[in-house]
């Protein structure tokens, strides 16, 4: 399947929104910035794992640089999340859908450019697992706190699970709007369902 059909792209850009707004909330509960700040840090969050996988690929230069809708959704996501923030920060749902569907949809996107430039599945799965963390770990990074990916319920084995699936579903043969939106019902139910159960990868017993 092609990564640059029409609603892919709709897809890419939704991934996109969707963790500039989760970077801005984020931000905005961890920290007191003003809102260049919040629209930055939701930028760095909606486009940072699109460049790392562009970057991958060797797919110079990265689409965030060539299209201007990815930095337009970006920073309307920094924007929207600013000025709701008084009614969605009492709440951390918001926060975790957000993060969940960004996470869902750069998996498995990501993992299907692998595919359709011919990389192998073991590569595909890493690249897709990478960029779907890769916006989150950046806006942790920038805001002074240890990345979620290391400390949070169930985060990259969700993305990695989601990318395996669009990868096993290529495989397959099965490439379909329905094949990549299944793929990513995957990597979310498995990220809420972390979340709602605080289900974590294994720990040392002591920090148990």
């Not at 850009?13 to 910035?33: E, Q």
């Not at 640089?65 to 709440?91: C, K, N, Q, T």
Request: proline residues 5%; neutral net charge.
């Amino acid at each position: 399947m092609s990564t640059e059909t029409p609603l892919l792209l709709v897809l890419d850009l939704i991934g996109t929104l969707a963790f500039a707004l989760n970077g801005a909330l984020v931000s905005l509960r961890a920290t007191r910035l003003d809102i260049f700040g919040v629209v930055t840090v939701g930028m760095l969050t909606g486009l940072g794992g699109g460049v790392i996988r562009d970057i991958l690929l060797d797919s110079l230069p990265p689409a965030t640089f060539v299209d201007w809708r990815y930095l337009a959704v970006a920073a309307g996501g920094g924007v929207i999340a600013f000025a709701l923030s008084p009614a969605l920060e009492r709440f951390t749902m918001p926060i975790t859908i957000a993060d969940a569907v960004g996470l869902s949809v750069f998996a498995v996107l990501a993992a299907y450019k692998a595919l359709n430039l011919e990389f192998g599945v073991l590569q595909a799965v890493i690249v897709g697992t990478i960029t779907a963390v890769g916006g989150g770990t950046i806006r942790d990074v920038a805001i002074g706190q240890v990345p979620t990916v290391f400390r949070s319920e169930l985060y990259a084995i969700p993305a990695m699970t989601g990318a395996a699936c669009a990868a096993i579903l290529h495989g397959l043969g099965v490439q379909s709007i329905a094949a990549t939106l299944s793929a990513a019902g995957v990597c979310f139910v498995i990220r809420i369902v972390g979340v709602q159960f605080d289900l974590h990868a294994p720990r040392p017993p002591w920090q148990r």
